[in-house]
C-alpha cells in the first residue's frame, strides 16, 4: 500500500509498505480522504510540532473517513463508510476521570507526542480499534464525513461556552477550525460575527451562516459586544481582542493552540469584566454529534476546497498553508 511520510522538515514521500493486519479487537479501514490539519503542516514544514519533533518517519493525518476493509469480529461489513474518532485515551486521573481526552499518557492519530510515533491516516490502510470507529448515517458522503474530526473540536469548544441559542457570538481567525466553530455555533442557534485578515475565509464564513464578518486588518471590532468569543486563530493579539470584545460576564473559549512560550496578552479586560476563560483541547465524544450535524447540514461540505493525491503532497500543503485560497484541504486516497 502507498503511505506518506514525513521524514523531516520539507522532507515527504510516499512509499510503499506492508498493508497491516488487524488484531483483535481492531478494524482496517480503506481511508478515502484525510483532511490537512495545522499541526500536519507544523511537522511537514517545521518538522515539529511544537516540542513534538519528528524522529522516526511520520505517517501525518488525524482528520480522516473511509470504509471498513477487514474486521475480524464481523461486526462491520467490508464496505461500512465510516469516521474515526483518533484518540486512545491514556491513564485516568482524580479529578478530571470524566474527561479521557485530558489522561496523560494517551495518544492521537499523525503525531510525534509518543515513542514510537503514532501512524496517521495518510495511507491506503489504516489499522484502529473498533471502539475509535464510527459508522456514517445513510445520506452522510464520506467525503463530508473527513470534516467529523474539526468539526468536533468546535463542538467541544461550543460546549465549553454553554448554550448560545440567541446570542451574539464572535469567531476569531476563520480558518479551518474557525469555520467549522462557525458552522456549530450557527446551527445550536447563535447570531455569528467571524473575523479575518483576508477576505477568502470571510468569504467561507459568510458562506456557512455567519451574519455578519470583520476584517480586522481595516477595522476594529465594538468593545463589550459578545457573550461569547471563540478564538480559533491562535495568535495573541487576536486574545487581547477577544477580551476586549467579550461583555462583562461573558466567556471567551481558547480554540486555536499557541507556542509553548510567552506571548503578551492584554489581561486587564479578563479582569475587570470577570471574564470566564476557558481552554478547549481537542474533544470527548463530541464526535458523534459532528457526525449528526454533517448528516442534516449538508452545506457545511462548502468548507472543503481542495483535494490532492497523496503523490502531489508538496503542493497540498502549500495550499493549505494559505489560507487566502484555501479553507479545508484533503487528500483523496
Known amino acids: 500500500m502507498k503511505s506518506l511520510l514525513i521524514e ?29 490539519c495545522g499541526s500536519d503542516l507544523h511537522y511537514y514544514y517545521e518538522g515539529a510540532n ?16 473511509g470504509r471498513v476493509d477487514l474486521d475480524p469480529s464481523g461486526a462491520l461489513a467490508e464496505g461500512t463508510p465510516v469516521t474515526v474518532h483518533p484518540a486512545r485515551f491514556g491513564t485516568p486521573r482524580e479529578g478530571i476521570e470524566n474527561a479521557p ?3 496523560p499518557g494517551g495518544s492521537y492519530l ?10 496517521g491516516a495518510a495511507s491506503e490502510y489504516l489499522i484502529v480499534e473498533a471502539d475509535m470507529v464510527r459508522v456514517l448515517p445513510e445520506g452522510l458522503p464520506v467525503r463530508r464525513a473527513v470534516l467529523a ?23 476569531t481567525g476563520s480558518g479551518p477550525i474557525g469555520l467549522m466553530a462557525v458552522a456549530a455555533a450557527v446551527a445550536a442557534g447563535a447570531r455569528v460575527t467571524a473575523t479575518d485578515v483576508l477576505a477568502g475565509p470571510l468569504e467561507r464564513a459568510t458562506a456557512l451562516g455567519a451574519a455578519a464578518t470583520i476584517d480586522v486588518s ?3 471590532v465594538e468593545p463589550n459586544s459578545f457573550a461569547v468569543v471563540l478564538e480559533c486563530s491562535g495568535v495573541p493579539v487576536s486574545i487581547s481582542t477577544a477580551l476586549k470584545a467579550v461583555r462583562p460576564g461573558g466567556t471567551v473559549v481558547q480554540v486555536g493552540m499557541l507556542p509553548d512560550d ?10 475587570s469584566k470577570e471574564v470566564r476563560y476557558l481552554g478547549a483541547f481537542r474533544f470527548l465524544d463530541e464526535i458523534d454529534r459532528a457526525v449528526e450535524l454533517l448528516a442534516s447540514t449538508p452545506g457545511i461540505e462548502s468548507a472543503l476546497t481542495h483535494e490532492f493525491a497523496v503523490t502531489d503532497a508538496e503542493e497540498a500543503f502549500a495550499t493549505a498553508r494559505d489560507s487566502q485560497r484555501s479553507g479545508k484541504v484533503v487528500f483523496a486516497l
Open 8 to 36: 523531516k522538515a520539507l522532507t515527504a514521500d510516499v512509499r510503499e509498505v506492508a498493508v497491516p493486519e488487524p488484531g483483535e479487537g481492531q478494524v482496517r479501514l480503506r481511508v478515502e480522504y484525510v483532511g490537512i
Open 149 to 171: 474530526e474539526p468539526l468536533a473540536v468546535a463542538l467541544h469548544a461550543l460546549n465549553k461556552a454553554g448554550d448560545v441559542a440567541g446570542r451574539e457570538v464572535l469567531v
Open 218 to 220: 481595516t477595522e476594529a
Open 101 to 103: 481526552h485530558l489522561w
Open 262 to 271: 510567552p506571548r503578551p496578552v492584554n489581561l486587564a479586560p479578563f479582569i
Open 110 to 119: 499523525g503525531s510525534a507526542s509518543t515513542w514510537p510515533h503514532t501512524q
Open 50 to 65: 511544537g516540542a513534538f519533533v519528528v524522529r522516526e518517519p511520520l505517517v501525518p493525518g488525524h482528520e480522516l473517513s
